[in-house]
């Protein structure tokens, strides 16, 4: 009796809002497929020979799946989450061995007509993990060193598995994570490193072929921005107004020297101008640092050396990539165009969505689509079908429906009485922004293409399957969270 009023309460007290979105967001993503596969032959949304037909299987399915996770007791999730991580990373070690080569990558699991994909899986596996990790006694992320390694072993070992079955986008997904532990207390100031290496990677590498004084625009960029960045260090963060005053003495002393003797006929390249005026700068600080509170002056210090030496790795970590990964880094920062190789998807897209116009040309009217132009248009390209054939109108829609369902699932993190529900709910937060963001990205040529889905929309059992469960489970925890609240 009291399984069943169990039961009972769980359906009274599940998020349906979250419910009614998840549906709508499936639904549509079907239908997406159907317009995105559409085969004059055979018109029929529900043949199960076709994308379209498949995927409202995987639908039914999903909700199957939703429906029997509600029903599981919510201490079960917490209580076996460690376990459940572990044997999903043994999967994904299995993997790398028995699945076969496709398109590149060893990340599928076939058996016979059907294929899985564990990484997918593994996500609600990691994100139990780090919940666990953090609703442990007295834990906290910023009281030991050892919390942080915890914390970053369990983030980074499926990174560097997945990596291995050559399945780069799906290992990048992992590291959306980083925000979960900048809201459970981690500096910002990893943040703004992770931020400040993008910024040097794209530009050194997009202004590499432009010379100024003597060398690459890009390694002068980043090095005019390193020294601004200090300069602004030492206001924000060492809170001396009296150092940045000397800084932008040296800065201004260093400019009227250099300016001087390039005046004065001697040949001087940037990197000579800048390094030395970075390095009179750096040994200033360390002057500062021995006078009064090392620890801050020691970090804009820090700051300055590893941007250095992260601008001169950049060439190191892009030959590191495959050459077609390398290709598509360059297409989709403009340094190459290759329309006929590695930007071909891209350009194809972006002439799809263009042809949308505002209204869009209506459902299955779409020329780009139809006539297939655009490869991988059911799966990781599916947006562009969207925005051919709803337009501009269509796409804003469904981006306010991933934004509603992204702040919703905030709002249910927030409410939580326990860490192991706050944190879960930021790694589901965090999967979809991530998605979201990467695969809206590629669509529109804004990020190099690396085999990110669109959450709910992209063809595909194993990642409708992987989300249903992330996003089923934080109901489930949200359901007892007023049982749970000690």
């Known amino acids: 009796m009291s399984y069943v009023q169990t039961n009972r309460s769980v359906f009274r007290q599940v998020d349906y809002l979250v419910i009614i979105l998840y549906a709508i967001l499936v639904i549509a993503g079907a239908i997406s497929i159907y317009a995105a596969s559409y085969d004059f032959d055979n018109a029929s949304m529900l043949d199960f020979s076709e994308f379209s037909g498949k995927q409202f299987l995987w639908i039914g399915l999903s909700f199957v799946i939703g429906t029997a996770i509600l029903l599981v007791d919510d201490w079960f999730f917490e209580t076996y989450a460690y376990l459940i991580y572990v044997a999903l990373i043994l999967l994904l070690i299995v993997t790398i061995f028995i699945a076969p080569n496709i398109k590149g990558s060893h990340s599928w699991i076939v058996m016979g007509s059907v294929s899985l994909q564990p990484a997918e899986f593994a996500k609600f596996a990691t994100a139990l993990a780090l919940a666990k990790l953090f609703n442990s006694y007295n834990f906290n992320i910023n009281n030991k060193a050892s ?97 940045a005053r000397n800084v932008l003495l040296i800065y201004v002393g260093a400019a009227i020297i250099f300016t001087s003797l390039i005046l004065c006929g001697i040949d001087i390249n940037g990197r000579i101008i800048l390094l030395s005026t970075l390095l009179a700068t750096i040994g200033y600080i360390v002057y500062e640092a021995l006078k009064r509170d090392a620890k801050k002056y020691l970090i804009t210090i820090a700051f300055a050396v590893c941007s250095v030496g992260f601008l001169y790795s950049t060439n190191v970590a892009l030959d590191a990539l495959g050459a077609h990964q390398q290709m598509r880094i360059k297409v989709a920062l403009g340094i190459e165009d290759d329309l006929r190789g590695a930007g071909y998807n891209v350009n194809q897209s972006k002439i799809a969505i263009g042809s949308g116009g505002f209204a869009g040309k209506g459902f299955l009217n779409g020329t780009q689509t139809k006539l297939k132009y655009v490869p991988e248009q059911h799966t990781d390209f599916i947006f562009c079908t969207i925005g051919e054939e709803q337009g501009f109108i269509g796409t804003s829609i469904v981006l306010i429906l991933f934004t509603t369902l992204i702040l919703r699932i905030i709002q249910i993190a927030e409410r939580q009485y326990t860490s192991f529900g706050r944190v879960y709910g930021y790694c589901v937060a965090s999967y979809l922004i991530f998605h979201l963001g990467i695969n809206i990205g590629m669509v529109i040529g804004l990020c190099p293409v690396i085999g990110i889905p669109l959450p709910f929309f992209s063809y595909g059992g194993s990642s409708l399957w992987g989300f249903t469960i992330l996003l089923f489970i934080l109901l489930k925890i949200d359901s007892a969270r007023n049982e749970r609240s000690y």
């Not at 003597?214 to 390193?226: D, H, K, M, P, Q």
Request: charge should be positive; aromatic fraction near 12%; glycine fraction near 6%.
């Open 147 to 243: 919390n942080y390694f915890k914390a970053l072993l369990i983030i980074l070992l499926p990174v560097v598995i997945i990596k291995l079955q050559d399945e780069t986008g799906s290992a990048l997904v992992f590291l959306s994570l980083f925000l979960v532990l900048f809201r459970e207390g981690m500096s910002g100031l990893v943040l703004f490193a992770a931020f400040c290496s993008v910024v040097i990677f794209v530009v050194a590498l997009k202004y590499s072929s432009i010379i100024i004084l003597g060398i690459s625009g890009g390694e002068f960029i980043v090095l005019a921005l390193v020294l601004l960045m200090v300069l602004a260090m030492t206001v924000t963060y060492a809170k001396s107004i009296f150092a």
